[in-house]
């Protein structure tokens, strides 16, 4: 099937669907805050400079979604900290892309402002996407869009 042949798929397609839940600008920030350790909503409510009306509807949202879990603080039962379920976790690699291409393409004047060291090699890493077969780069231009099954079960049921 030629690309443009499924000019059609994006009706509940991936990318639209999770966009849906994590793509809005605050929440993508909360999760950035996540994977670096912060867990405690006055620590995030100070960090983001987000309203906490804000704050707490998309810490809601993410809880109910299962991208974070909301246990008690272990001195104040009263009070909650946020922790990233195997979900949420999963998203680490969309947020270090935005973050990669943000340096990149919307550099800050005195270079990135933070950097990811690997532990294994102690480097820094310069993140890129790649096969999982043959450890090749995957960029726009290597791939090709093909119906998927989920693709192909919803152009059955329309017939």
Do not use: K
């Not at 999760?31 to 620590?43: N, S, T």
């Not at 704050?55 to 809601?60: A, E, F, M, T, W």
């Not at 246990?71 to 922790?83: A, K, M």
């Amino acid at each position: 099937m030629h690309p443009a042949e499924l000019s059609h798929r994006f009706d509940g397609e991936s990318v639209g669907r999770a966009l849906e839940l994590v793509g809005e600008r605050w929440t993508l920030l909360i999760l950035r805050e996540a994977f670096f350790g912060v867990q405690r909503f006055g620590q995030l409510a100070r960090n983001l400079n987000i309203p906490r009306p804000t704050l707490s509807s998309r810490l809601r949202m993410l809880v109910d979604a299962g991208l974070l879990d909301r246990v008690p603080y272990c001195r104040d039962p009263e009070r909650h900290e946020y922790r990233l379920t195997d979900a949420g976790r999963e998203l680490f690699a969309a947020i270090v892309v935005l973050m990669r291409w943000g340096d990149e393409h919307l550099p800050h004047p005195d270079g990135p402002p933070i950097m990811l060291r690997h532990h294994t090699c102690g480097e820094f890493v310069d993140p890129r996407l790649v096969c999982t077969r043959c450890g090749e780069e995957i960029t726009a231009r290597n791939v090709t869009p093909e119906a998927g099954p989920g693709f192909r079960d919803r152009l059955a049921a329309s017939r």
